[in-house]
C-alpha cells in the first residue's frame, strides 16, 4: 500500500508537494452574473437514479440546493403491512437492492428481539459472514462509480472482477445474487454447501491481494485528489442532527458503528475496526470505504476461524406472529445505520413497518454540502454521499 | 446510561411532562405530553446526561380510533442509548396537529414531511410540509392511515394472507379436507364483477343467466381449494 493513501493536503498536479501555485485572477472582477436555476436530473448520470437536485446558480457556483425525491417512491410501508413476516424479508431485500442481505438481517434481528427468540451460534456467524460480504459487494460498486464520475473508467472494471467473484460465492449459498433472502426468522434457510469455508477463504486472499490496487489507483491517484481533497467538507455535531450514519459519518471523524456501540449477533467476539477520516471531505469519504473493505476482510479472516458447527436455524410454526408492542431493531448497514421500527397488534402481519433507512438522511444533508461548490465539485460531492435512490424513497 | 436510570433521571426533571415509560423488548419508550414534546426533545439534546445528540428519525403511526401517534427517535453517539418520544397527535383523526421538532434537529425537516406525506399529520412550527415529498404532487388521501386501502389487495387478496394451515394447541396441523359443497361460494366482489363482465358484453356466454356462471365458478374454487390443500399437505411432508 502506498504512503499516499492517507488522508492528507491536497497535491496540485504538476507541482512538488507543499509548493503551490499562487493564482492570480488578471480579470475584471465585477461581472455582471444574475442568479438562475438549474434543474439536475431526475435522470442524470451523476445522480445515480432518479434523484433530481434543483440548484440556484451564480454563474458556476452553487448558491443553493434542493434536493427532489419520491420519484422511486414504491409504497414499501404500506406493502408490508399487508404480508407475513417472511414475505416481509423478501421486500426489504429490495429497497436497498446493493445491500439485500443486510437488509433482510436487519428485519430478522428486529423480529427476533420482538419474539426475545434465541438463535443457534452457527447461524449468528453464517449471517456475519454473509453480512461482511455483502457490505464488500455495496462498497466495490462504489468505488467503480465513483472513480466513473470523475472521469476515470478502470476501477469499475476492477471492482466488478471482484463483485463478479463475491456474487458467484454468495450464489453457492443463498441460490440469489442480489436478492438473497437466505434469512429467516432464527436463523438461516439452510447450512453452508459443502467446502463454502475454503473457498470463501481462498476469496478472501485474492480479494486481499487485488484491494492495494485500488488505494494506488485510485486513492493516490493526484487528479482524484486534486478533485475531491477539501470538496465538500461537513461538520461532525450537523451530521448528526440530521442522523447521517455510515461511511459519510465516519469520514467526520465519528467512530459511530452499530456493530461496536450495539453489537449485534456476533459482532462483540471479534476486533471490529472502525475506520474515520479526519475533516469529513469528499475524500475522506471514499478513504473511508476503501479502508471499511479492508476492515471487513479482516472481519471475515476471524469468522472463518471462529465458525462453530452445529443447528443453522430453528423450527418455526407455519406463521410467525409477533406479539403485541412496538420494537425499534437498528443494524449497521454499508451505507449507514438502518433502524426498523415494529409495531406489531399480535396477528400475522405488523400493524406498522418503518424503515429508517440511512439513504434518507444522507440526501438530506445534501444542501451544506453543495452551497459554495462549483459545479464539476457538486459532481464529487453527490457520488462521495453514498446512497442508493430506492433507499431514499422506498 | 440503562433504561431504569433513564427513566429516573428524565422524571427528576421533566416528571410531569411524562406520561408513562416503558422498556419492552430492548426499546425504551417515554410517552410525553403533546405540548412538551419540544422542551423534552431540547433536553435530550442539551442534557449532558443525556447527550442525545443524534436525530434518528421520525414517523406516525396510525392508532385507529384514538388517532395518530408520532414517534421520535434519539441517540447517543456518546452514551450509547436510545429514547423513543412518543405523543398521541392532539386533534384526533380529523385535524391532527402535531409540535414540530425542526427548531431542535434539522434532519427532523423531511422526515415530518414524510410523516405529513403518509398520514396527513400537520407540524406546527415546520417551515413548508407541502409539496408532497414522496408520493405524486396531486396524489389525493394518506396513504399510510389504515382507511386508506391498498387497491389492488382490495380486488384480489394476497395469497400470503391466507393461513396455510392452522395449529391445535399441540402444534399439530388441522387437517381441513372440504366435503362436498364445502367450497366457498361467490363472494360479493365476484357477483359485482360478473355482473359488469355481462353489461359489457351483451350476447356473450356470460349473459346467459348468472345461475350457470355461478355455479361453474363455485366448481372451479372448489377444485382449486383441493389443490391447494395437497400442495400445503406436501410442503408439511
Redesign the interface.
Known amino acids: 500500500m502506498s504512503d499516499l493513501a492517507t488522508p492528507q493536503e491536497a497535491i496540485r498536479p504538476g507541482t512538488a508537494p507543499g509548493e503551490d501555485i499562487a493564482l492570480e485572477f488578471r480579470g475584471t472582477a465585477d461581472f455582471d452574473t444574475s442568479e438562475m436555476t438549474l434543474s439536475i436530473g431526475p435522470a442524470h448520470p451523476a445522480t445515480h437514479g432518479v434523484l433530481r437536485i434543483v440548484m440556484d446558480m451564480d454563474g458556476e457556483r452553487v448558491v443553493d440546493a434542493r434536493p427532489v425525491?419520491?420519484y422511486m417512491?414504491r409504497?414499501f410501508?404500506?406493502?408490508a403491512e399487508?404480508?407475513?413476516y417472511r414475505?416481509i424479508m423478501a421486500l426489504t431485500n429490495r429497497h436497498d437492492w446493493l445491500s439485500g442481505f443486510n437488509n433482510e438481517l436487519g428485519v430478522a434481528v428486529t423480529l427476533e428481539?420482538?419474539l426475545?427468540m434465541e438463535v443457534p451460534d452457527r447461524a449468528q456467524w453464517i449471517r456475519m459472514l454473509m453480512a461482511e460480504w455483502g457490505r464488500i459487494l455495496n462498497h466495490l460498486m462504489f468505488v467503480g462509480s465513483y472513480a466513473i464520475e470523475l472521469g476515470a473508467i478502470t476501477p469499475m472494471f476492477y471492482a466488478f472482477r471482484e463483485r463478479e467473484d463475491i456474487q458467484h460465492l454468495m450464489e453457492s449459498a443463498t441460490g440469489g445474487r442480489l436478492h438473497f433472502t437466505y434469512n429467516q426468522p432464527g436463523g438461516v434457510k439452510i447450512d453452508l454447501p459443502k467446502g463454502f469455508l475454503r473457498q470463501s477463504d481462498e476469496l478472501l486472499k485474492l480479494v486481499r491481494s487485488r484491494l492495494p490496487d485500488y488505494f494506488d489507483l485510485v486513492l493516490g491517484n493526484e487528479i482524484f485528489q486534486a478533485r475531491t481533497v477539501g470538496i465538500g467538507p461537513l461538520d461532525p455535531?450537523?451530521a448528526?442532527?440530521?442522523?447521517v450514519t455510515g461511511p459519510t459519518l465516519q469520514a467526520c471523524g465519528?467512530a459511530?458503528d452499530s456493530r461496536v456501540?450495539?453489537p449485534y449477533l456476533k459482532y462483540g467476539e471479534i476486533d471490529v475496526e472502525v475506520p474515520v477520516g479526519r475533516n469529513g471531505d469528499a475524500f475522506d469519504r471514499f478513504y473511508v470505504l476503501l479502508h471499511r473493505i479492508r476492515a471487513s476482510l479482516d472481519m471475515i479472516e476471524q469468522i472463518h476461524d471462529a465458525m462453530p458447527s452445529g443447528p443453522v436455524n430453528v423450527k418455526l410454526?407455519?406463521?410467525v406472529k409477533a406479539p403485541e408492542?412496538?420494537?425499534?431493531g437498528?443494524i449497521e448497514n454499508p451505507l449507514g445505520?438502518l433502524?426498523y421500527?415494529l409495531?406489531s397488534s399480535g396477528s400475522k402481519?405488523p400493524?406498522?413497518f418503518?424503515m429508517?433507512t440511512p439513504s434518507?438522511?444522507n440526501v438530506?444533508?445534501l444542501p451544506h454540502l453543495l452551497r459554495g461548490t462549483l459545479v464539476p465539485d457538486m459532481v464529487a460531492v453527490l457520488g462521495s454521499v453514498f446512497f442508493v435512490v430506492g433507499d431514499v424513497?422506498? | 446510561m440503562d433504561a431504569t436510570a433513564l427513566d429516573q433521571y428524565l422524571h427528576e426533571r421533566v416528571g410531569d411532562a411524562i406520561i408513562s415509560t416503558r422498556d419492552?423488548?430492548?426499546?425504551f419508550?417515554v410517552e410525553v405530553h403533546p405540548d412538551r414534546l419540544v422542551e423534552v426533545a431540547t433536553l435530550c439534546r442539551d442534557d449532558r446526561g443525556l447527550a442525545c445528540?443524534?436525530?434518528?428519525?421520525s414517523?406516525g403511526?396510525?392508532e385507529g380510533e384514538d388517532g395518530f401517534a408520532v414517534?421520535v427517535?434519539l441517540y447517543s453517539?456518546t452514551q450509547?442509548h436510545?429514547i423513543?418520544l412518543r405523543v398521541m397527535v392532539p386533534g384526533g383523526r380529523e385535524a391532527p396537529v402535531a409540535p414540530s421538532l425542526t427548531s431542535v434537529?434539522?434532519?427532523a425537516?423531511?422526515m415530518e414531511r414524510e410523516t405529513w406525506d403518509?398520514f396527513g399529520i400537520e407540524f406546527d412550527g415546520h417551515p413548508g410540509l407541502a409539496p408532497?415529498?414522496?408520493?405524486?404532487e396531486n396524489f389525493e388521501g394518506w396513504?399510510?392511515r389504515k382507511d386508506f386501502f391498498?387497491a389492488s389487495?382490495e380486488a384480489k387478496p394476497?395469497p400470503?394472507?391466507k393461513?396455510?394451515?392452522e395449529?391445535d394447541e399441540d402444534?399439530n396441523?388441522i387437517d381441513k379436507v372440504p366435503g362436498p359443497g364445502g367450497a366457498p361460494g361467490p363472494t360479493d366482489l365476484d357477483e359485482a364483477m360478473a355482473a359488469q363482465a355481462r353489461a359489457a358484453n351483451p350476447g356473450s356466454v356470460l349473459a346467459a343467466g348468472p345461475e350457470d356462471t355461478v355455479a361453474e365458478a363455485a366448481a372451479d374454487d372448489d377444485t382449486a381449494a383441493a389443490d391447494d390443500d395437497t400442495a400445503a399437505a406436501g410442503e408439511e411432508s
Do not use: C
Not at chain 1, 448528526?240 to 442522523?243: D, H, S
Not at chain 2, 445528540?53 to 428519525?57: E, K, L, P, V
Open positions: 425525491i419520491g417512491h409504497g410501508e404500506k406493502l399487508h404480508r407475513d414475505q428481539k420482538i426475545q455535531a450537523l448528526l442532527r440530521y442522523g465519528i459511530e456501540t450495539e410454526p407455519k406463521m408492542g412496538h420494537v425499534y437498528r445505520q433502524g421500527y409495531q402481519t400493524w406498522r418503518k429508517r434518507f438522511s438530506q444533508v424513497d422506498r | 419492552q423488548f430492548d426499546t419508550t445528540n443524534m436525530f434518528d428519525s414517523f403511526v396510525d414517534v427517535v453517539t450509547f436510545r423513543l434537529y434539522e434532519g425537516n423531511w403518509m408532497r415529498i414522496l408520493t405524486v396513504p399510510l391498498l389487495r394476497w400470503g394472507l393461513e396455510p394451515a395449529l402444534g396441523v
